[in-house]
């Protein structure tokens, strides 16, 4: 199966911020990311769970955000808040609820069953983390639920810092010793049409680390990453979008493949460069992304 070449939502820069944090809240409308996650898990302390339900239902009786996504991130499916938290993703219809800690397809594939059997609208869709052993070993299987009749999974998020704690992997800027679990994450993504999104990177304050894992997130073939601060939301915006180089090169592509005499070929020189049909499709959909991104970020 062939990575989905329709233009989607751009999502760049995924900011996450605790739901029970009303003053950050009230700050999103002044901020540029492309999709903002409303956490109910790990930033949410035990005893503060419902005041953070309270606060993200005020947030979503308020104006909508033109132009971004607005995620649920609940708590995990075992866990005695998780139903509450569905509850909450029933009655405000966010853009997805993000379910964490995912294990294996059932986990998907349990909350699509309980969103289809309360009519919960298509547009909510599903985003999962892979942050524990067994999503990266089952990671094919879990992107695959997307493609199954009444399927909502729309992205695959990497949570680097439950993956080191279940693993004992440590800590480096280079990501070198995790970097095979996040091309098994981008591989598994892009073989169902899925979104895959970078892991946070925890030092904020560190811009010049961030810019570096932006690149090397894009050149392994994620398409944004997930942040957690408002400082990230620029240099994330600018390393996920398509350069002019590239918008170029997809422009050469597009006028080759539709110029007259062109329509039964399916490879040609251009620029002294063997260029094939699936080419033109992938420039087509860096070409319609990059219209989007352009429309929301001019």
């Not at 680390?209 to 939301?233: S, V």
């Amino acid at each position: 199966m062939t990575h989905d070449l329709r233009p989607s939502r751009p999502s760049r820069s995924i900011l996450c911020l605790p739901g029970s944090n009303e003053r950050a809240i009230a700050k999103l409308a002044s901020l540029r990311m492309d999709a903002v996650i409303l956490d109910l898990e790990d930033a949410v302390a035990e005893g503060e769970k419902a005041t953070a339900r309270d606060k993200i239902r005020a947030f979503f009786q308020g104006p909508p955000m033109e132009g971004v996504e607005r995620i649920i991130r609940i708590n995990d499916l075992g866990s005695r808040h998780a139903m509450k938290d569905l509850a909450l993703v029933l009655e405000t219809s966010p853009d997805a609820v993000l379910i964490p800690k995912v294990r294996s397809p059932s986990d998907i594939l349990d909350v699509s069953a309980h969103l289809a059997d309360n009519d919960a609208p298509e547009t909510i869709r599903i985003w999962a983390m892979m942050e524990t052993p067994l999503s990266i070993l089952n990671a094919g299987a879990i992107a695959a639920t997307g493609r199954t009749a009444g399927g909502r999974l729309d992205a695959l998020v990497v949570g680097l810092n439950d993956l080191r704690k279940d693993t004992g992997v440590l800590p480096d800027p280079d990501r070198t010793f995790v970097t095979p679990w996040l091309m098994q994450v981008v591989l598994a993504g892009h073989a169902y049409g899925l979104r895959v999104i970078d892991a946070v990177c925890n030092d904020f304050r560190d811009l010049e680390r961030f810019d570096r894992e932006c690149a090397t997130g894009r050149a392994m073939g994620f398409d944004g990453k997930m942040l957690i601060h408002p400082a990230q939301i620029a240099a994330a915006n600018a390393r996920y979008r398509p350069s002019a180089d590239e918008i170029a090169e997809a422009d050469e592509i597009i006028a080759g493949f539709t110029a007259p005499g062109a329509e039964q070929v399916n490879a040609l020189d251009i620029g002294g460069r063997m260029v094939e049909r699936l080419h033109y499709e992938q420039a087509l959909a860096l070409k319609a992304r990059a219209d989007l991104i352009a429309r929301r970020d001019p």
